[in-house]
């Protein structure tokens, strides 16, 4: 399973843009990286996923460059609301797509008015 | 979207008493789960990794004897905490994905996770 390494933590003001970026240096050729956010007390949720390039969703923007050893994910105009711990998972789908993931420490991302 | 539930959202025990939690796909059938424990202010810990009708995969440093896990359908895990001690109070949390057939959101895979179980031993 790769490792993943992020900031711990970040602060930003309402309205900005905030980018949040993660490495993962031995990502393997059949792994994808996914994004989740998560709330204290409740589960983590899905925010976006890609493999390469660039993927844009609803709600984030996720930039992988070609080497895939690094990624960013791009909160558009954050709020409050986006107050939250951020977590950037690597891996492989297997046995046909149930993916054993190792969750890093992510970052808490402070969004301050 | 797919929906994963826990139940119960939060439980109080007695120290020595045991405590089962039930991690149900509402609208998805799941082959296998997965179930993590949160420590406060600490990221997600795999304990184990359910298999619908067979024997589940612990992961290191998790007691099979302790944290019983049973994935008796496709839609239903329950981890049971024996003999809790007050050590074992955490925020446990349980993931389950799609079989291949039933993914309908253009993406390779995708974990579902349930909102989790409070669960404090006194």
């Known amino acids: 399973l790769a490792k993943t390494t992020q900031p711990i933590s970040m602060d930003s003001y309402e309205g900005q843009e905030v980018n949040i970026t993660c490495s993962h240096n031995?990502?393997?050729?059949?792994?994808?990286i996914t994004w989740y956010q998560q709330f204290p007390s409740q589960g983590p949720r899905f925010i976006i996923q890609g493999y390469k390039t660039k993927v844009t969703n609803e709600v984030a923007s996720l930039f992988i460059p070609a080497d895939r050893k690094s990624s960013t994910l791009s909160l558009p105009r954050v709020s409050l609301s986006d107050t939250a711990v951020y977590y950037c998972?690597?891996?492989?789908?297997?046995?046909?797509?149930?993916?054993?993931?190792?969750f890093g420490i992510g970052t808490k991302l402070q969004v301050i008015p | 979207g797919a929906v994963v539930s826990q139940h119960p959202s939060w439980v109080i025990c007695k120290s020595g008493t045991s405590v089962k939690i039930e991690c149900r796909s509402l609208?998805?059938?799941?082959?296998?789960m997965f179930w993590y424990r949160q420590f406060p202010k600490q990221s997600l810990m795999l304990m184990a990794t359910s298999n619908e009708g067979s024997k589940a995969t612990y992961e290191q440093g998790v007691e099979k004897d302790k944290f019983l896990i049973n994935h008796a359908s496709l839609t239903l895990s329950t981890l049971t905490v024996t003999s809790a001690h007050p050590e074992d109070s955490s925020f446990y949390i349980c993931?389950?994905?799609?079989?291949?057939?039933?993914?309908?959101?253009?993406?390779?895979?995708?974990?579902?996770f349930g909102p989790g179980t409070r669960l404090t031993v006194t």
């Open positions: 998972l690597v891996g492989a789908a297997l046995f046909g797509g149930y993916q054993k993931v190792t």
């Open positions: 031995n990502i393997a050729t059949n792994d994808y």
């Open positions: 993931s389950a994905s799609q079989t291949s057939r039933q993914r309908s959101s253009g993406r390779v895979y995708e974990q579902y």
């Open positions: 609208d998805f059938q799941a082959t296998t």
